[in-house]
C-alpha cells in the first residue's frame, strides 16, 4: 500500500503508513525488511537524498539476498557521492563490490572506488590514472571502455591536462557509417 501512494504522490498517506509499520513491534520480518527499501524509496522521490541513506542501510542489514545487499549498498555509495561525502562514497562502492556477484556492478563499482579515492586525496592523479589504464587492459572491461576513458577525461580536465582528455574523448566517440 505504501509503495502505491508514492507512486501516486500521495506522500503523507505513505509517511503515516510507514510511521504506523515502523512504530508496529508485532510487524512480520519480512514486512519489516521490505519496508525499509520502500521507505528509501519515499525519500529519493522526494529528493531527500540525506534520509534515505538510512533506510537504506537497513535494508542492507536486513536482507539476506546478496544482490540487493549490492544494489541497496551502490545506491547509498551514489547518495554520498552526490552529497558530497565522498569517502562514505568510497566505503559503499566497496561493499556494493564485496556483495555482488554481477560483474558489471563489481565494475562500476571498482570505476567509482577508483575517482573517489582521487577526489578523496586517498590517490593522488597519477595513482588514479595508472590503475585506470590497467583498467582498461582488462579483457574484461573491453565493453566498457568508454566509460573507463570517461573517467579518465575528467581527471585530465580536472588536472589542466586538457589535450590528454580531448584525446580520450576522441577514442571514445563512436563511429559512424556513412
Do not use: C
Request: avoid cysteine.
Amino acid at each position: 500500500m505504501a509503495r502505491t501512494y508514492i507512486e501516486r504522490d500521495k506522500f503523507d498517506q505513505a509517511s503515516r503508513l510507514i510511521d504506523r509499520l515502523k512504530g508496529d513491534p508485532k510487524i512480520f520480518s519480512e514486512i519489516k525488511r521490505d519496508l525499509a527499501p520502500v521507505e528509501a524509496d519515499f525519500y529519493l522521490k522526494q529528493k531527500k537524498y540525506a534520509q534515505a541513506i538510512a533506510p537504506l542501510e537497513r535494508a542492507i542489514s536486513l536482507t539476506k539476498d546478496k544482490t540487493n545487499k549490492a544494489r541497496y549498498a551502490y545506491i547509498v555509495a551514489q547518495l554520498h557521492q552526490k552529497l558530497g561525502q565522498g569517502e562514505s562514497a568510497y566505503a559503499y562502492f566497496e561493499k556494493a563490490n564485496k556483495y555482488s556477484r554481477d560483474y558489471e556492478m563489481r565494475f562500476s563499482s571498482r570505476l567509482n572506488m577508483e575517482t573517489n579515492a582521487w577526489l578523496n586525496g586517498k590517490a593522488t592523479a597519477k595513482e588514479t590514472i595508472a590503475q585506470l589504464n590497467r583498467m582498461l587492459k582488462n579483457d574484461k572491461n573491453e565493453e566498457y571502455q568508454d566509460q573507463i576513458h570517461y573517467a579518465l577525461a575528467g581527471i585530465y580536465l580536472k588536472t589542466d591536462q586538457t589535450k590528454e582528455a580531448l584525446s580520450l574523448i576522441h577514442i571514445s566517440e563512436p563511429t559512424r557509417r556513412t
